[in-house]
């Protein structure tokens, strides 16, 4: 019954990792073909973030990690609440993925003239520099052991590349291996 409980789970899990990467690419192309529409309303951004923050704190405290906020409120942007909620989640994602045990993360969101800004900040391991350029290419994924350990499928900073995108906004990365990004 045991091993007939672990294929079981097996199954399950596999399940669902397929059914996040069609998912995935269904945004994808959906997004290439212009046949999503943003949904576009006034929003705090500090809520929206420690919304999604609020719910990756059990997962960090899982991997022993410290995520830290510093939100400036009152900073209300017309944007898609669902697509920012969606590139938050890709944010924290990556960075608890990539910050080992006893790491910290650092969400801020402050106003600068009159723009918007937000950091999403760890003590990970960092990415390459050869790497850094492609992050947000379709299917790239750095280290292919530690990849491969974390799952995914190099889709997410595509997806997040396109949100930011289509908000009128920029992202980039800044990283140093052994460091953080």
Not at 1 to 10: C, D
Not at 42 to 59: D, G, I, K, R
Not at 129 to 142: E, I, L, Q, S, Y
């Amino acid at each position: 019954i045991e091993e007939e409980t672990i294929r079981i789970t097996n199954v399950v899990r596999e399940t669902i990792r397929m059914s996040k990467l069609v998912s995935t690419l269904f945004t994808l192309a959906r997004a290439d073909a212009n046949q999503i529409e943003m949904q576009r309303a006034p929003l705090m951004l500090s809520e929206v973030l420690a919304h999604v923050a609020e719910q990756f704190q059990p997962l960090a405290e899982m991997k022993d990690i410290t995520l830290e906020m510093d939100l400036q409120d009152e900073i209300e942007v017309m944007a898609d609440k669902e697509r920012l909620h969606q590139l938050f989640v890709i944010l924290l994602d990556n960075a608890i993925k990539y910050t080992w045990p006893k790491g910290h993360i650092f969400l801020l969101c402050y106003k600068q003239g009159n723009m918007a800004v937000i950091k999403v900040v760890d003590t990970g391991c960092g990415i390459e520099p050869a790497d850094v350029p492609r992050v947000f290419d379709r299917f790239f994924r750095g280290d292919k052991v530690r990849s491969r350990e974390a799952g995914g499928a190099g889709l997410g900073l595509a997806i997040a590349y396109w949100i930011v995108e289509k908000h009128g906004g920029k992202i980039w990365v800044e990283s140093k291996v052994g460091v953080g990004s």
